[in-house]
């Protein structure tokens, strides 16, 4: 049986536990057997990977088929969350500094994945590798855990270690939402103190949206400094991309992409919006461009410049202020691996000082935190929207629950009733 019979839709869905398998099914899908006479296609082609940190448990798939390129994917990935992965990547780049030894070392974390070999057309990476005048492209592939917004990231390498750029791959609706609105920020010039990648191309590839964007010029944050958020000059930079002055709340684009979903709110969660734009709706705020997930890991630096990358959620006419406050809530959720609840607590600390850095009148710190949390409600009600599982989705219920602590308990009565 080929690799294209066994990959079933269920590998498709976000939610599946087997990265390996959903990586195959994306790169390469499931073809139209009509177009070749019914002829069986052979899979005896094979891709050739390390898997970091383990076989049983991948989140990185680097090149095997190049040490050079295999060192610089290595490298790039110094920037884990955590001391131990950023030692686990360090220890890994030095070991394949040694070459072949290094190569004999990773043996027991090798893996193939499949290939169509009569159909080369079929193979995205065959033809990123034309398209891209790579004939000896490599790639490392990034495997995200199973969320929405997954997709697998190939970082494109050449044999001598070069990267000639980073791929995103959309596989359904809601990804290449995502990566189409990532590609439109992007194509918009940068300012002030932030620069962004830049769409080198913007491919349709067997029903694949892709899109290439540039390299980074830049290095992660050092691990001790993550929950350190950047400048305030940061922040202004990014709101200026879009228009930055003062709105009434419920005239902004924002609030009205609040409105698109809230059909999809259950009635706690429409409560709580409601209640928080009868108090704040006509209020003047300051807005302006907001990233939409600047956490520690997209935030790039060097001596002269800060580079931000992943602007799939990016919007403009937000309360300006978001992007502070969605930083602090990633640090404590993804980067000290606290439950929502205690996330949102540890955010809410800190974010006064912070809004107070970004010159936010001391009368709007609380009415931007509010709003925040109306936003974190909005992105599940969005997933809805767009059929997409909200199970593994815990900021929305808390910030809920911040909002409106006795929502639960008027639901169960009613319930009960």
Known sequence: MSIFEELTPDLLTSARPDPIGWV???LWPTLDRSEYDGQPMAATVTRSFWAAPSVANPTLLIPADSVAAARQAVGRYHDG????????SLSAEMLLRFGPLGAMWLRHRHIELPAPSTTPRFDLISELADRLNTPDLCVAIGLARPKSNRKPILQLLDRRGTCHGWAKVAWNDWTERLVDNEADWLRR???????????????????????VVSGVGATRTPSRARDRPPAPEVFEAVAARGFFGRRRVEETLWWRSVGEVIEYATDDERTAIEAVAATVGKRLILVGAWHGDLAPWNVMTNSHRVQLIDWEFAADEAPYGFDLCHFHTQVASELRGQPADE????????IPHGLARLDIAPADRLVVWRLYLVELIRRTLSLRAAGQATDDVTLGPAALRRLDPTGGNRRREAEAR
Request: net charge positive; glycine share 4%.
């Open 24 to 26: 195959t099914s994306v």
């Open 343 to 350: 996330a949102l607590t540890y955010s809410a600390r800190r």
């Open 189 to 211: 010039l940068p300012r002030g103190h932030v620069v962004a990648p830049t769409v080198l191309h913007d491919l349709t590839l067997h029903g694949r949206r892709v899109v």
């Open 81 to 88: 969350k955590s001391v131990d992965e950023w030692a686990r």
